[in-house]
């Protein structure tokens, strides 16, 4: 984890802090909008995974599950995962910056098979993912 926790701070400029929030945020949206067989496969790839998930905050009810539930599919999930992004403090092109950065990473560990599957699983993802 802390490989991916440094390289999200040297290439978003985030602090350290802010890098595992936003990491945590980024897994449990994963977690939660992928199927499960494939969630375990991505969480595998980042140790320490489970403490960061366990440490993002619980959301009720969100404007951002709303409006994602009137734009259509799981647009609701990823409207509130950047809703959290941007309360643990990133801005939006920074929100950019960590979804290029946890990507390549991902692919850099899981192969680019892995990635094609969570963008598959998750189309919302295609929009911030390339």
Known sequence: ?????????????????TASAATGI???????ECPAE?????????????????AVPKS???LGSMFGGLIGGNSGGL?????????AGLEMGEIDRLAKCYF????????RALVEEILTAVPQ??????
């Open 38 to 54: 494939l969630a375990d496969r991505v969480i595998d790839q980042v140790p320490g995974a489970p403490d960061l998930i366990a």
């Open 104 to 111: 390549a990473f991902a692919e850099e560990k899981g192969g």
């Open 60 to 62: 009720g009810n969100s």
């Open 125 to 130: 993802l295609k929009v911030i993912a390339r």
């Open 79 to 87: 409207l509130a995962t950047v809703t959290a992004l941007n309360q």
């Open 1 to 17: 984890m802390q490989e991916l926790i440094e390289r999200i701070v040297a290439n978003v400029g985030i602090d350290t802090a």
């Open 26 to 32: 980024i897994l449990k949206f994963l977690v939660d």
